[in-house]
């Protein structure tokens, strides 16, 4: 695969990830500054960054890449809800990250430590 098609195919799951797969309940739930009665936040935001972890990780085949992708999205999902960065930036964000992971996944030395 080259690197537009793994571009392609993380920016889909990122989508999937963050819109359907997320759902309303995650989207509320995850949020420490609002939440819901008898659902820690912070384990709807790991559950929520564990999807996007899962994607990047078997997108890439790398299971460091998905580790970084779970805290990236993690600390970032949690600088949206206090009000730190805005919607447009949180996704400003993921969207590098991806291409961040897909230039890691490219580079020959990567290939064995990955």
Wanted: net charge neutral; charged share 10%; aromatic share 10%.
């Amino acid at each position: 695969m080259n690197g537009w098609e793994i571009m392609g195919l993380l920016i889909v799951g990122h989508a999937l990830a963050d819109y359907p797969l997320q759902g309303d309940f995650l989207a509320k739930a995850k949020n420490h500054t609002a939440p819901l009665p008898g659902m820690p936040w912070y384990q709807a935001l790991l559950m929520h960054s564990i999807i996007h972890a899962g994607f990047v990780g078997v997108i890439t085949q790398s299971l460091w890449l998905g580790l970084a992708e779970l805290v990236i999205h993690a600390a970032t999902d949690y600088a949206k809800c206090a009000g730190k960065i805005s919607f447009n930036q949180d996704q400003a964000i993921h969207i590098i990250c991806k291409a961040v992971w897909v230039v890691v996944v490219l580079q020959p030395w990567a290939r064995g430590f990955l």
